[in-house]
T-cell receptor, first 118, second 115 residues
Framework: DAGVIQSPRHEVTEMGQEVTLRCKPISGHNSLFWYRQTMMRGLELLIYFNNNVPIDDSGMPEDRFSAKMPNASFSTLKIQPSEPRDSAVYFC????????????????FGEGSRLTVL | AQKVTQAQTEISVVEKEDVTLDCVYETRDTTYYLFWYKQPPSGELVFLIRRNSFDEQNEISGRYSWNFQKSTSSFNFTITASQVVDSAVYFCALSGKGGSEKLVFGKGTKLTVNP
């Protein structure tokens, strides 16, 4: 079975450019998470969706960041305009949450998208 | 607020040594879940274990074992007879009662196992 698929794996861009990261969760999973990993701050949750609805976006750094989940099989994280401090590895993860909210708890992570903003 | 502390930033051992990675957590939830993830040099995050707050039994899986103690808010991870392939960054994480809601990660412990 395919795992969480992220693209691109690597992105190098210049400051001010728009960056779009993509994620395809595991089929059947109803929760999707975007995390950012940096040396200084470790793994930070940016936003998570349940049944395609954003539940908590309190980790989104600022208005330059936006995330969408138009359907159960696709999500995007967009940064516009990008800045050098956005350089990080961005992970997408998915999980299966039961209706009562007591899911298995296991997040399945993609391989990450390494973003470098010059 | 939930918080996970992994005080050991880096650990270096020689193959076949036992090593324990410490994890201390803070939460006000009465129901919560604790996790360990492994991040090898290739970068992906690999799930190792989940433990809920009502299950304090220690768990053993091959060379891996976990010690959960609510009294000290700790969830430590021991690798017995370490191998070079165990070299990775290990993350402890905590989530609220939902179990699959947002995970709060510790900063990670980088383990290097030398031959």
């Amino acid at each position: 079975d395919a795992g969480v698929i992220q693209s691109p794996r690597h992105e190098v861009t210049e400051m001010g450019q728009e960056v779009t990261l993509r994620c395809k969760p595991i089929s059947g999973h109803n929760s999707l998470f975007w995390y950012r990993q940096t040396m200084m701050r470790g793994l930070e949750l940016l936003i998570y969706f349940n049944n395609n609805v954003p539940i908590d976006d309190s980790g989104m750094p600022e208005d330059r960041f936006s995330a969408k989940m138009p359907n159960a099989s696709f999500s995007t994280l967009k940064i516009q305009p990008s800045e050098p401090r956005d350089s990080a590895v961005y992970f997408c993860a998915s999980s299966l949450a039961a209706l009562a909210g007591a899911g298995t708890g296991e997040l399945f992570f993609g391989e990450g998208s390494r973003l470098t903003v010059l | 607020a939930q918080k996970v502390t992994q005080a050991q930033t880096e650990i270096s051992v020689v193959e076949k040594e036992d090593v324990t990675l410490d994890c201390v957590y803070e939460t006000r939830d009465t129901t919560y879940y604790l996790f360990w993830y492994k991040q090898p040099p290739s970068g992906e995050l690999v799930f190792l274990i989940r433990r809920n707050s009502f299950d304090e039994q220690n768990e053993i899986s091959g060379r891996y074992s976990w010690n959960f103690q609510k009294s000290t808010s700790s969830f430590n991870f021991t690798i017995t007879a370490s191998q070079v392939v165990d070299s990775a960054v290990y993350f402890c994480a905590l989530s609220g009662k939902g179990g699959s809601e947002k995970l709060v990660f510790g900063k990670g412990t980088k383990l290097t196992v030398n031959p």
